[in-house]
Every structure is written in structure tokens, then in C-alpha cells.
């Protein structure tokens, strides 16, 4: 079985940063993709940024420029810088891994930008 841990959520004020971690363990065989969705309360869940194994990052336009996703290929683990963090950002933050042909979520971690 595959697990997905998340770390690294909390509380920032506007315009801070914030680093989430994702490390994958368990019977790793391949790893597709990995990334970052994140739902915020009475939303649907919404992709962040993806990172697909030897393919093209996409982030969703309201984070470009100011969020940025890595792998460390040898940990099994993606990690999302956030910088210039908004109020609109505060949403609870799920790693995502396509792994051995099947996908996983992490638990989540919550991320919440207030003055």
C-alpha cells in the first residue's frame, strides 16, 4: 500500500510564505505525477500545480508567478513553495501522487492566510 504525509500547513499573514511537503512511502514501483489540489470551504476541490514525471509543470493562473512546485525524485516527495500568499490562498491543501497506476491523496493540511 502507498501513503501520502503531508506537512508544513499553518497560519501566515498576507503576503508570507509558506512551504508544504508531501512525502510518498509504501511499495513504490513508479510514480507518474505528483502535485498540490487544495478546496477551500463551500468550494469544490481545485487543481494547484502538477508535476508529471519527465513532463510539463502546470499550475492553475491564480498561483503562477507566485507558487512553485519540486520534486526530489530520490525522497518520493513534492514540495510546494508559496510566496506572496493571499487571504484567497486559505484552503486545505492535498498532496496528489499517481503511483503505480493508481492515485493517492494525503490527508491534508490546512493553510490559512489572516491578518
Do not use: H
Not at 32 to 55: C, D, F, H, I, N
Not at 60 to 71: A, L, M, N
Not at 93 to 100: Q, S, V
Request: a positive charge; aromatic letters at 10%.
Amino acid at each position: 500500500q502507498v501513503q501520502l504525509v503531508e506537512s508544513g500547513g499553518g497560519l501566515v499573514q498576507p503576503g508570507g510564505s509558506l512551504r508544504l511537503s508531501c512525502a510518498a512511502s509504501g511499495s513504490i514501483f513508479s510514480i507518474a505525477a505528483m502535485g498540490w489540489y487544495r478546496q477551500a470551504p463551500g468550494k469544490q476541490r481545485e487543481l494547484v500545480a502538477t508535476m508529471p514525471s519527465g513532463g510539463i509543470t502546470n499550475y492553475q493562473d491564480s498561483v503562477k508567478g507566485r507558487f512553485t512546485i519540486s520534486r526530489d525524485n530520490a525522497k518520493n516527495t513534492v514540495y510546494l513553495q508559496m510566496n506572496s500568499l493571499k487571504p484567497e490562498d486559505t484552503a486545505v491543501y492535498y498532496c496528489y501522487g499517481r503511483i503505480n497506476v493508481n492515485n493517492y491523496w494525503g490527508q491534508g493540511t490546512q493553510v490559512t492566510v489572516s491578518s
